[in-house]
T-cell receptor
Framework: NAGVTQTPKFQVLKTGQSMTLQCAQD?????MYWYRQDPGMGLRLIYY???????DKGEVPNGYNVSRLNKREFSLRLESAAPSQTSVYFC????FGNGDTQYFGPGTRLTVL | DQQVKQNSPSLSVQEGRISILNCDYT??????FLWYKKYPAEGPTFLIS?????DKNEDGRFTVFLNKSAKHLSLHIVPSQPGDSAVYFC????????????FGTGTKLQVIP
């Protein structure tokens, strides 16, 4: 039982390149989330998916797209990376009805040059 | 507009003493509050939570206090241990099952042996 897994762990991109961050959970949780963590800013919600087939914007969605491929997987895509997107990205999963505990993946550290 | 504020970026405490981490919020619609702990290079992990209908919740060495009139909550760790050294995030949720969770900026706790 791996919980929430994220790939890759590290990535360096050049400005304008695209990439997809992958997230998968094996806990059968309904909701999934993407956050970014920046120094002095805490965790900010980019997008979330309340259930399979639905996605909604969070606080900082600009420059990102998401896909809830199935109940297990929730991917985050950067179409044209910018230096401002240099951050640590965390995926999380939450089971509706289980309070609000979110289970986080280990993170992806992304640098955009 | 930072709706959840942790005004102390860092805190140092001697081993065995009490650690008190503070959090203020501005949105009166928040009805559920959580604390997460984060070690370097790992995702945040859930620590303790409290509903707005309570003013205290205890779990072992960890106690969370909620003062709704002051829109303030605090996390007490007694006694503090070196393994408690981490970044602590306060988080708050509005009513409804799929409401977004808003995180504070975090407080880095160092417990000195």
């Amino acid at each position: 039982n791996a919980g929430v897994t994220q790939t890759p762990k590290f990535q360096v991109l050049k400005t304008g390149q695209s990439m997809t961050l992958q997230c998968a959970q094996d806990m059968n949780h309904n909701s999934m989330y993407w956050y970014r963590q920046d120094p002095g800013m805490g965790l900010r919600l980019i997008y979330y998916s309340a259930s399979e087939g639905t996605t909604d914007k969070g606080e900082v969605p600009n420059g990102y797209n998401v896909s809830r491929l199935n109940k297990r997987e929730f991917s985050l895509r950067l179409e044209s990376a910018a230096p401002s997107q240099t951050s640590v990205y965390f995926c999380a999963a939450r089971l509706f009805g289980n309070g609000d505990t979110q289970y986080f993946g280990p993170g992806t550290r992304l640098t955009v040059l | 507009d930072q709706q959840v504020k942790q005004n102390s970026p860092s805190l140092s405490v001697q081993e065995g003493r009490i650690s008190i981490l503070n959090c203020d919020y501005t949105n009166s619609m928040f009805d559920y509050f959580l604390w997460y702990k984060k070690y370097p290079a790992e995702g945040p992990t859930f620590l303790i939570s409290i509903s707005s209908i309570k003013d205290k919740n205890e779990d072992g060495r960890f106690t969370v206090f909620l003062n709704k009139s002051a829109k303030h909550l605090s996390l007490h760790i007694v006694p503090s241990q070196p393994g408690d050294s981490a970044v602590y995030f306060c988080a708050a949720r509005g009513s409804g099952g799929y409401q977004k969770v808003t995180f504070g900026t975090g407080t880095k706790l160092q417990v000195i042996p």
